[in-house]
């Protein structure tokens, strides 16, 4: 009798097999020798396919000169200029085109977002045929129609468009009036820098303020009122030390001014037309989100509409709105890369296209770009994340 | 001394608030900023629409079959029509183009059903679909087999290639997918887990066309020597391997979606993970994120545009091929427009689609 209950109360000890901690050990270690297996198989290939080609590894053609020239470069680069400053111009065209697509695509895609919620049937009919049609023809697509149907079909410099002859359009790319620095500016830009500071005190105390005593403060107004008048009566007294170099005709093209190649003002023009498209999107389920409830409570404990936006609607659909938005930001990085379909020197064209085609070290090359983008990819969601964590709810 | 009380008829609302005029009132003119941005939308359409409706119908020259046919000002749709075989087929014989026909006329037959409410035999017609019939559309398209010509993969191209890349990679990806999404959540196991993530990261931070160059360049080095890739199947494996990332990501958003008691109602019974995922988990987990599928093949279809980059004509491709004709310089803008319409079409259809299955599956699984 005795025997038999201790049986009962200690169980057999279970196989080892049926052991699900043995059982994920052993499928672990399995999987990783496999995968472990599959890279020495490609390395030792790669390695030995190199060697029989001649082509040489390491990164030391980054210190060879590149020897050949490149259309825009944000930084100084001539034809002797070696292969690793030719990686940081292409880099820095990419990140011209990122933010400058991330600025417009946020504009447009806001107000479309907006008016395809309008109460107006005709502009929200308008804004959702805007989104319809752009999100739905690929990009690639969008980028040659620009550049090729539109572009290539603008006036010659000669008969350029003009907004007022400082702006000039036309098929050489877009001329706009440069501000030339002398010497005294140093004020200005001193005012400017500290008048962001200020703003930033600002803004912390009027949050302070208005979580103490509930008093709203019109950040908006006193910010926007220091960052234009404080530089603006510092540039006066100091003398108006900056100039416009507005471009002019001579000869063939215009001269002065800063240029934005044709190929620039294509990318940029779909890259925010196509990410606006589902920007807007994005914008329009967010504001949705926030369920009408909100929008009555605030009415029903008296406040204005434009508080009850600011306040309520806002900060509400924000938070359903800033993950995608992100993940918007960064397609937008990764679709930049086209660039090199329209010959725009950014980093894929002059260093995964020239700089490969002349070298031959495709290994090294093709790690080198997709590691950048992996960072870029990296750094834009560390941002986005910690600005969601300051918006996301924080629950009492 | 009762009288009945007989109401009066009801007046009818106010002419102003019913019909048309009530509808514009509330609709285009219910305060100032509205009557203002209709008033510029307005003007807006009226100034914009009619030339480009002259230039797209009115004006257009539709026939045709060389660049004289078009002295009227518009579109020149002759282009279009001239160059449309290659647009569709690529460089696919003439004669053979019958086989590309037969397969689309076949896929399409094979999926009516698949959208027929009541149709009992959903399942076995989607896995043949996805399993069975890509075997059928190769023998076809490649040949050499049962009589048929065989043909050269550098003659696909067009909308057959565009169509090929996108569904061939998107049903390849499916099971590699499936096999990251749940090694993704399999927290009892690190080692993969971390193997599943870094894969997953990987490829869905870097873009396409890096993929591209990657598998054009790359891929050639890391095989023996002596085994070489031809060009589309190269293409096709980085297609492949940048679409399980995504595939994988929407995959999990579904398991994570299934109810935790339904794992553990798997175990209580005793059946093993495979039973308990190919039994329990994923055919609910499937169900739901068809429309994620549907959406990333929409993404996938768009960006199969960018195999231009490694030498593959797909229809894009075709037509800038064609715009480089020197019979037929200069109608870039019809080529755009004609193919985002070809694009338009595909991508507005099966949004369309994924959206209203996703109104339809949205009960029952929001916990």
Redesign the interface.
């Known amino acids: 009798m005795a025997d038999a209950s201790s049986e009962r109360e200690t169980p057999a000890k279970p196989r080892l097999l049926s052991d699900p901690k043995f059982r994920a050990l052993v499928f672990q270690i399995i999987a990783s020798i496999t995968v472990a297996a599959f890279i020495f198989f490609i390395v030792r290939n790669t390695l030995h396919n190199m060697e029989s080609r001649g082509i040489s590894t390491g990164f030391g053609f980054l210190d060879r000169v590149s020897g050949f020239g490149i259309l825009q470069s944000l930084i100084e680069y001539n034809e002797t200029s070696t292969y690793g400053r030719t990686f940081v111009v292409g880099l820095l065209n990419t990140i011209l085109v990122s933010v400058l697509g991330v600025f417009f695509a946020t504009i447009i895609g806001f107000i479309m977002g907006v008016l395809r919620l309008s109460s107006n049937w005709l502009i929200s009919k308008l804004a959702a045929t805007y989104i319809e049609i752009f999100r739905n023809i690929p990009l690639l697509l969008q980028i040659f129609f620009w550049y090729y149907a539109i572009g290539f079909n603008l006036p010659g410099p000669r008969q350029a468009m003009s907004v007022g002859e400082s702006l000039f359009l036309s098929n050489r790319g877009l001329y706009l009036p440069a501000p030339v620095f002398e010497s005294g500016f140093m004020a200005t830009g001193l005012a400017i820098i500290g008048s962001i500071v200020a703003v930033i005190f600002l803004a912390r105390w009027a949050r302070k303020r208005f979580e103490a005593t509930g008093q709203l403060f019109h950040t908006v107004y006193a910010s926007l009122a220091i960052l234009i008048l404080v530089p603006a009566l510092v540039f006066f007294a100091s003398g108006s030390p900056m100039h416009l170099d507005y471009p002019s005709l001579q000869g063939f093209n215009f001269q002065g001014g800063v240029v934005v190649i044709p190929e620039l003002f294509a990318l940029v023009l779909a890259l925010s037309i196509y990410t606006a498209a589902f920007i807007a999107e994005t914008v329009r389920s967010g504001i949705q989100a926030v369920s009408h409830g909100q929008t009555e409570a605030a009415s029903a404990l008296g406040l204005r509409p434009s508080w009850t936006l600011r306040l309520v609607v806002i900060p509400q659909a924000m938070r359903v709105i800033i993950p995608p938005l992100t993940s918007q930001y960064l397609n937008l990085t990764k679709n930049s890369s086209l660039a090199a379909a329209i010959g725009y020197p950014d980093l894929v064209a002059v260093f995964a296209g020239t700089t490969l085609n002349q070298t031959g070290q495709a290994v090294e090359i093709i790690a080198i770009t997709m590691s950048v983008y992996l960072v870029l990819s990296l750094v834009i969601s560390i941002f986005m994340n910690w600005y969601n964590a300051k918006m996301a709810l924080r629950e009492r | 001394m009762s009288h009945d009380f007989a109401p009066l008829p009801d007046l009818p609302p106010p002419g102003t608030t019913v019909g048309v005029i009530g509808w514009l009132r509330r609709?285009?003119f219910?305060n100032t900023i509205?009557s203002a941005?209709?008033l510029f939308?307005?003007y807006l359409l009226s100034t914009l629409l009619p030339p480009l409706f002259n230039w797209l119908f009115f004006k257009a020259d539709w026939i045709g079959d060389s660049r004289d046919a078009c002295t009227s000002g518009g579109a020149c749709w002759v282009f279009v029509s001239a160059r449309f075989s290659t647009f569709m087929y690529g460089f696919f014989p003439d004669n053979e183009t019958w086989r590309i026909n037969l397969i689309f006329i076949a896929l399409i037959a094979c999926m009516v059903p698949l959208f027929i409410e009541g149709f009992r035999h959903k399942v076995k017609l989607g896995l043949f679909v996805i399993f069975v019939f890509p075997i059928f559309g190769f023998i076809l398209l490649f040949g050499g087999v049962f009589g048929l010509e065989q043909t050269e993969t550098s003659q696909w191209g067009g909308l057959t290639l565009t169509l090929l890349l996108a569904s061939v990679g998107c049903v390849a990806a499916l099971p590699l997918g499936i096999m990251l999404a749940l090694g993704r959540q399999a927290t009892?196991?690190?080692?993969?887990k971390s193997?599943c993530v870094l894969f997953i990261e990987?490829w869905?931070?870097?873009?396409?066309?890096?993929v591209l160059?990657?598998s054009s360049?790359?891929l050639?080095?890391?095989?023996?020597?002596g085994v070489s890739f031809d060009k589309l199947l190269r293409a096709l494996i980085g297609i492949t391997l940048f679409q399980s990332a995504y595939i994988a990501e929407v995959v999990r958003g579904g398991l994570q979606a299934i109810p935790k008691g339904q794992y553990e109602a798997a175990d209580a019974l005793g059946l093993s993970y495979w039973k308990k995922m190919g039994l329990i988990v994923l055919p609910q987990a499937m169900k739901i994120v068809i429309p994620g599928i549907v959406n990333t093949f929409?993404a996938l279809f768009?960006?199969t545009?960018?195999v231009?980059?490694v030498g593959l004509l797909d229809v894009?491709g075709m037509v800038?091929n064609a715009?480089n004709d020197p019979n037929w310089l200069g109608y870039?803008?019809e080529g755009?427009v004609f193919?985002?319409f070809v694009?338009?079409i595909f991508?507005?259809s099966m949004?369309r689609y994924s959206q209203s299955l996703e109104r339809k599956l949205h009960t029952g699984h929001k916990r």
């Open positions: 609709n285009l219910s509205n941005l209709t939308a307005i009892n196991m690190p080692a993969v193997m990987f869905r931070g870097v873009p396409l066309i890096t160059f990657m360049v790359m050639p080095l890391f095989l023996p020597e929409i768009k960006d545009t960018l231009i980059i894009l800038q715009l870039s803008t755009y193919t985002a694009f338009w991508c507005f949004s």
